[in-house]
């Protein structure tokens, strides 16, 4: 299934399963990012993705903020 980069989709049951290829790290876990969206139709899991990859690069933008001196 075609899904944003870093993403692996697959439909199960009736409903729409994507989950990243790749880790998160612990802090972008507690501020809201997830290791796997669900949804009822491709259209809807494709922006659940889009949306929880920007989520996790500004994260880590300011967890790499956030270590600075």
Known sequence: ???AS?????AMGGRFV?????GL???QLLNGCL?????RDEGELWLLC??????????AL???VRRRP
């Open 35 to 39: 290791p796997e969206v669900q949804a």
């Open 1 to 3: 299934m075609v899904l």
């Open 50 to 59: 889009d949306a929880q990859t920007r989520l996790a690069e500004r994260v």
């Open 25 to 27: 790290t612990d802090y």
């Open 18 to 22: 994507a989950r990243r290829l790749d």
């Open 62 to 64: 300011a967890e790499s």
């Open 6 to 10: 870093g993403w692996y989709g697959e």
